[in-house]
């Protein structure tokens, strides 16, 4: 089964902007893959904040972003804030089965 | 209100069997495809399997394949996950989940599966 790629660990400043990556082992990543990024912070389930690349939910916060860039998948924090500290992750689907990646620790300091 | 409770999960020996089960309700489960999303101790999240709204569907991470079986009920609006051979690998908190979703992102609370001698 494919592997997902992520930074295992980004770091950003409040207010600043960062983007996370996810790569997949067959190849370029596509709309194809119909990506989701989830955030998960310590002792709470995961909750999901973009689909199918770039699309938000209504629980999403405006300064989460998606995209495709560089044969990669993103996902775009700008204007970071103290509570966007947490594990990222993507899920990439293969025509049937979902993968994770394994997860951006990221911290705001 | 929504509700995904999972339970079933315990400590089993290597080689041992577990089914997991998960009530859902305040949503209309019979619409949405189900997954089974697991986390060990300390790691990150992994897909396991899903299913699609009638059952007829369904799709594994391959290192379960062949060792566990994701099943509905929609009449009851649970859902199943029966484990067999279990490894130590195996060994993760089970969350159930119609996530991914384009349109909902509901999570149990998640239960403990502990595979050790």
């Known amino acids: 089964q494919a592997v997902v790629t992520q930074e295992p660990s980004l770091t950003v400043s409040p207010g600043g902007t960062v983007t996370l990556t996810c790569g997949s082992s067959?190849?370029?990543?596509?709309?194809?893959?119909?990506p989701y990024w989830f955030q998960q912070k310590p002792g709470q389930v995961p909750r999901t904040l973009i689909y199918?690349?770039?699309n938000k939910y209504s629980w999403t916060p405006a300064r989460f972003s998606g995209s495709l860039l560089g044969g990669k998948v993103a996902l775009t924090l700008s204007g970071a804030q103290p509570e966007d500290e947490a594990e990222y992750y993507c899920?990439?689907?293969?025509?049937?089965?979902?993968?994770f990646g394994g997860g951006t620790k990221l911290t705001v300091l | 209100e929504v509700q995904l409770v999972e339970s079933g999960g315990g400590l089993v020996q290597p080689g041992g069997s577990l089914r997991l089960s998960c009530a859902a309700s305040?949503?209309?489960?019979?619409?949405?495809?189900m997954n089974w999303v697991r986390q060990a101790p300390g790691k990150g999240l992994e897909w396991v399997a899903n299913?699609?709204?009638?059952?007829?569907?369904?799709y594994y991470v391959d290192s379960v394949k062949g060792r566990f079986t994701f099943s509905r009920d929609n009449a009851k609006n649970s859902l199943y996950l029966q484990m067999n051979s279990l490894r130590a690998e195996d060994t993760a908190v089970y969350y159930c989940?119609?996530?991914?979703?384009?349109?909902?992102?509901?999570w149990g609370q998640g239960t403990l599966v502990t595979v050790s001698s």
């Open positions: 989940t119609t996530s991914p979703s384009t349109s909902i992102d509901y």
């Open positions: 305040g949503f209309t489960f019979s619409n949405y495809w």
């Open positions: 199918d690349t770039s």
């Open positions: 899920l990439l689907s293969y025509s049937g089965p979902w993968v």
């Open positions: 067959t190849g370029a990543v596509t709309s194809g893959h119909y």
């Open positions: 299913i699609n709204q009638d059952g007829s569907e369904k």
